[in-house]
Each structure stands twice: as structure tokens, then as C-alpha cells.
């Protein structure tokens, strides 16, 4: 955390996606030329209290610790479940050239990373997740997205955006018209074989599924522009990388404004291994499961 609106937004969205039992570590990393000691250890105590009022049983952790932040971060966020951080709305040239942050943590992360940007705020009727289905990260990001969507009202969307191959030629962009059916039909076997995969581990939650035309980035933002949080897998392990091999996850990452999940291809291990941890501990009377906020 720091003390940006965007961090905060990403507190408001922590205090919606915990759950009593859950642990999470407020984490601010304090570097050379920073604020105070007294000054974060003061905010990482207002934001435990603002958690507690609506989960009196959470267990959390405060901790100021030294930098630099995105080497201390990608450390850190190892030894929880998810990492929670707040995104800077930034130029995407700018971002890729200089590593901001965010986009340097969501490159090279290795558990899924929530991005709050500083235009989200909480709204009443944004309870769906929507997942970006993708033949090369579907299978990772379906796993957490299913996961996520698990205590949603409005349950998944799966959302499976295709386009033709194009051409640029001196007039412009130009596909064969009859080449439309074919990857529209690829685009809906992978859609129907995203859904069923989903329906297999999770049968009794509520989702639908969306072929569009359109590119990704655009497609998805459309469709998440009423959703609780977005999510994508990763393809990209920089920040210059993602800019110029076009990836999803960084364009909306500057376009969105609701809660954006990029989860690189090793997490859904991480993660259920996890979820498999906490049955057996409430098993034996227990129920665990970490969260870190930080920036």
C-alpha cells in the first residue's frame, strides 16, 4: 500500500473478495527516498481497522519492509494465494519504457496479481467475473476465474473474441471473406470446450459464454465494463515485452476501469494447491487462505 487512490481502491475491493477466515498481510515496502516509518506504519493502521469493521474475524498482518518495491513485492507475493496491488493510470509507451510498477509486477509475478485502477469504485451491480478464454492461457486463468466467480451473484462469462487473419496492404487491413466461418467455428469450439471445462470442476456455477469479433483487449473491456473484475492470463514475463508482443492483460491494464486478474500459466497449481490446503486444515478444525496487499 501506499497513498495513492489506487491503493486504497485496492483495500475496497480486498474488503469485498475476503472472507473471515482469510489471513492477509498489508504490506508497505519503504525505500530510501520515501515517506517515513511512522507515516506507513499509520496508514497500514487505518486500513487494518477499515477491514476489520466488516470482517471482525480476519486475521491480518502489518509490515513496513525495505526495497527496492518490485524486487521486495515479487519476493513477498511467493508465499501467498494472490497478490493485490493498485494501478496508476499511465501512458502505455511511457509505462513499457520505464517500468512503472504495476506493469513490471504483472509481467513477472509468479501468482496471480489483482490490478485496481484509481477510476474503479465500488458499485452495487457489478457482481460477475469475466474471463478472456485464449487457446494459449485459458486453462490457467479459467482455474482462478471459476474460483473467483464461485460467490458471485451473476456467476462467469466466458468470453472468446476471434477475428480472420488480416493482411496490410497500401490500402489498409484486408482478410478473404470466406476464411469468417472457418476461425468463427475455431472460436466456438474453443468457447464450448472452455465451458465445459469449467462446468467439470465447478457444476453448480452459473456462467454463459460470448463469441464476439473484435480484438481482445477491445472486446473484453466492453464486456467487463459492468463486471466485478476481469481476468486474463499472461503471456509476457517483461513490461517492454507485453507493449510490443501486444499482450491483453497490459492494454487493459491502461483502458480498464473495473479490477483487472492477470494469472501467469504456473499459477493454477499455486493456487489450488492451496485451496486444497485449506480443506484439509478446516478438516481439522482450521480454514486458511492468504492474501497480500501491497504496492
Known amino acids: 500500500m501506499d497513498d495513492s487512490d489506487a491503493s486504497w481502491n485496492g483495500l475496497d475491493w480486498l474488503d469485498l473478495a475476503v472472507r473471515d477466515d482469510d489471513v492477509v498481510r498489508l504490506l508497505t515496502v519503504h525505500e530510501r527516498a520515501g515517506e517515513s516509518r511512522e507515516r506507513s506504519t499509520g496508514r497500514l493502521t487505518i486500513a487494518e481497522h477499515r477491514l476489520r469493521d466488516r470482517h471482525p474475524r480476519l486475521r491480518v498482518v502489518r509490515e513496513v519492509v525495505d526495497g527496492p518495491t518490485v524486487s521486495r513485492l515479487l519476493v513477498d507475493a511467493t508465499d501467498g494465494d494472490v497478490l493485490v496491488i493498485g494501478g496508476r493510470r499511465s501512458e502505455r509507451v511511457w509505462a513499457a519504457l520505464t517500468g512503472r510498477v504495476a506493469e513490471r509486477i504483472v509481467a513477472r509475478v509468479a501468482v496471480p496479481v489483482v490490478v485496481v485502477p ?24 479459467l482455474a482462478v476465474a471459476a474460483q473467483l466467480a464461485a460467490g458471485c451473484r451473476d456467476g462467469l462469462v466466458l468470453v472468446r473474441a476471434w477475428e ?71 503471456r509476457h514475463r517483461s513490461a517492454v515485452g507485453a507493449f510490443l508482443g501486444g499482450s491483453v492483460g497490459e492494454s487493459l491494464m491502461h483502458r480498464s476501469s473495473v479490477p483487472l486478474c492477470v494469472v501467469p500459466r504456473s499459477a493454477p497449481a499455486v ?24 504496492w
Open 118 to 141: 484509481e477510476r474503479w469504485r465500488v458499485g452495487c451491480d457489478e457482481d460477475a467475473v469475466v474471463v478472456g478464454v485464449d487457446g494459449r492461457t485459458a486453462g490457467t486463468a
Open 164 to 234: 480472420p487473419p488480416t493482411s496490410v496492404s497500401p490500402f489498409g487491413a484486408v482478410y478473404l471473406e470466406r476464411d469468417r466461418p472457418r476461425w468463427e467455428h475455431e472460436g466456438q469450439l474453443e468457447l464450448d470446450a472452455a465451458i465445459r471445462t469449467v462446468s467439470r470442476s465447478h457444476p453448480d456455477l452459473r456462467m454463459r459464454g460470448e463469441l464476439r469479433q473484435g480484438r481482445p483487449s477491445e472486446t473484453l473491456a466492453r464486456a467487463a465494463a459492468t463486471a466485478s473484475v476481469v481476468v486474463v492470463g499472461r
Open 271 to 294: 493456487v489450488l494447491a492451496a485451496a486444497a490446503e485449506r480443506e484439509r486444515a478446516h478438516d481439522h478444525g482450521g480454514s486458511r487462505r492468504d492474501a497480500h496487499l501491497g
